[in-house]
């Protein structure tokens, strides 16, 4: 199994940038794909997933209304939007895979841990 992320950039402040992960290898039906993000000194935070069902989207409290999840199955690709960016959202952005049986998510517990294969990472610098 093999994720590759990127997209990643410099943006400044107010800006947009949509990072993407595609994900190879992978074979289950049953999964899910989840967005992370870790700052220098800081420790590794969720910020979304989606299942198998284009219904299950997630997001963590802290980027609700600014980032969006989107995925083009075709392509096996994973794509995160994100708008209003802010310096405090620089970091290395990593996707990560799993094995999930369910169709929605209804905690962070749910969503954010228990991953089992991660790519590289991108880094997005927020900054004018």
């Known amino acids: 199994v093999q994720l590759q992320a990127s997209g990643g950039g410099l943006v400044q402040p107010g800006g947009s940038l949509n990072v993407s992960c595609v994900v190879s290898?992978?074979?289950?039906?049953?999964?899910?794909i989840g967005w992370f993000r870790q700052a220098p000194g800081k420790e590794r935070e969720g910020l979304s997933c989606?299942?198998?069902?284009?219904?299950?989207?997630y997001y963590a409290d802290s980027v609700k209304g600014r980032f969006t999840i989107s995925r083009d199955r075709a392509k096996n690709t994973v794509f995160l939007q994100m708008n209003s960016l802010k310096p405090e959202d620089t970091a290395v952005y990593y996707c990560?895979?799993?094995?999930?049986?369910?169709?929605?998510?209804?905690?962070?517990?749910?969503?954010?841990?228990?991953?089992?294969?991660w790519g590289q990472g991108t880094l997005v610098t927020v900054s004018s």
């Open positions: 989606i299942g198998s069902s284009d219904l299950s989207a």
């Open positions: 290898g992978f074979t289950s039906a049953n999964y899910a």
């Open positions: 990560a895979t799993k094995t999930f049986y369910g169709l929605l998510f209804f905690s962070d517990d749910q969503c954010f841990t228990g991953y089992e294969y």
